[in-house]
């Protein structure tokens, strides 16, 4: 069975940045749409980004378009979210999800990680 397991999450200050990674438990990870999630308290979970199999396509969610970048090595088994110009509105648990279909959806992906925090103070 595919497990996710993410990590780099963290503290930082507004403006700062952070390194997200998602490292997978299979070699069939280039079949998978690959996505990041994310789920403020209190709110329910939301897309963040998504990134075609080959890597070549990517989507972001309009709150992170520009600061955000979702990447992937797929010899690595390994998914990435580099975040820049963090903002206080981006404090969350941070999900990594493996799957296909409608990238912006949770119903895609039936694969989850465990969830990495992310707190960004002022």
């Known amino acids: 069975q595919v497990q996710l397991a993410e990590s780099g999450g963290g503290s930082v200050q507004a403006g700062g940045s952070l390194r997200l990674s998602c490292a997978a438990s299979t070699r069939a990870f280039s079949n998978y749409l690959m996505a990041w999630f994310r789920q403020a308290p209190g709110k329910e979970r939301e897309f963040v980004a998504a990134v075609s199999r080959s890597g070549g396509t990517t989507y972001y969610a309009d709150s992170v378009k520009g600061r955000f970048t979702i990447s992937r090595d797929n010899p690595k088994n390994t998914l990435y979210l580099e975040m820049n110009s963090l903002k206080l509105e981006d404090t969350a648990v941070y999900y990594c999800?493996?799957?296909?279909?409608?990238?912006?959806?949770?119903?895609?992906?039936?694969?989850w990680g465990q969830g990495t925090q992310v707190t960004v103070s002022s």
């Open positions: 999800a493996a799957g296909g279909g409608t990238y912006f959806s949770t119903s895609t992906y039936g694969i």
